[in-house]
């Protein structure tokens, strides 16, 4: 690998936070970090099959118009240019939503579910689906459509279950950021095991409308499903965190959402009961 292609890979391991500071004096355009992910997903992924499905061409003119905004200094979102994978239990236009079934194998919806709304409005360039166990009900990462996703640290363990593809996409440097789901551990256990950061939020605070389950067409949630960011770091999860937060149009005209601010900004300081 030549220098200037480690430089190119370091950038890509970079917080979201840093990649965005990045983005916004100009040092690199949307479209070079895009570019740099995918020719990384090229080369990477076959070896640890976290990315599933792309969306290139889409990707590309999300980028541009993103480049476009920031050189009329137009009004830009916290997402703003960064690259960006989903967990295929969501539904994410331009590109297929199979949550890993056979069944599902040629479902392609029509619009995003409603966090990838809110994350595509932030500026994200949404470019990949990533890997899961068929219906999202297993703590590893694999299916018939798209088969094992391994450990990109070490590719005889496992990745968890099951936003696996997710975490394992983090780790091997093949996204920013990452929207998962979880119930019993399908976040935490895959940020564990591929050493990223994962956050479950508290039930009802992020939308799960368009996540499969339940089936498509379908608006009762699952239950104490909830969906939530996985990241490089404590920061981006914040960072995407607070993009995602709050429900659809529908779930949320009669309540109002007000979260407190943090007690502390040290992990020190903080106490936990066992």
């Known amino acids: 690998m030549s220098v200037n292609k480690t430089l190119e890979d370091e950038s890509c391991f970079f917080p979201a936070i840093e990649q965005k500071a990045l983005l916004m004096s100009r040092r690199i355009s949307a479209r070079e970090l895009l570019e740099l992910h995918l020719d990384r997903v090229k080369r990477i992924n076959p070896s640890c099959n976290a990315v599933v499905a792309l969306d290139e061409e889409g990707a590309r003119r999300q980028a541009g118009a993103a480049d476009e905004t920031l050189a009329r200094n137009g009004k830009v979102g916290l997402l703003h ?23 599902l194998r040629d479902y392609r919806p029509h619009e995003d579910a409603v966090a990838v709304a809110k994350i595509r409005a932030s500026g994200a360039v949404i470019f990949g689906k990533t890997n899961l166990p068929a219906g999202a009900a297993d703590h590893q990462s694999c299916n018939t459509l798209f088969g094992l996703t391994r450990n990109p640290w070490d590719s005889e363990r496992t990745v968890g279950g099951s936003s696996g593809g997710s975490a394992a996409a983090l780790a091997a440097g093949l996204t920013s950021l990452e929207l998962g789901s979880d119930i019993g551990g399908s976040i935490r256990v895959p940020a564990h095991f591929c050493g990223v950061y994962g956050h479950k939020p508290s039930y009802g605070l992020v939308s799960t409308e368009g996540h499969i389950p339940p089936p498509p067409g379908h608006l009762a949630p699952a239950e104490l499903g909830v969906a939530g960011p996985l990241a ?33 900004d040290d992990i020190r300081s903080f106490r936990v009961a066992v």
């Open 81 to 103: 240019g960064l690259p960006m994978t989903i967990k295929d239990s969501f539904a994410v236009t331009g590109m297929a939503a199979t949550c890993g079934l056979e069944e």
């Open 232 to 264: 490089r770091s404590a920061f981006d999860l914040e960072l995407l965190f607070d993009v995602v937060l709050g429900m659809s149009d529908l779930d949320g005209a009669s309540a109002e959402l007000r979260l407190p601010p943090a007690r502390h």
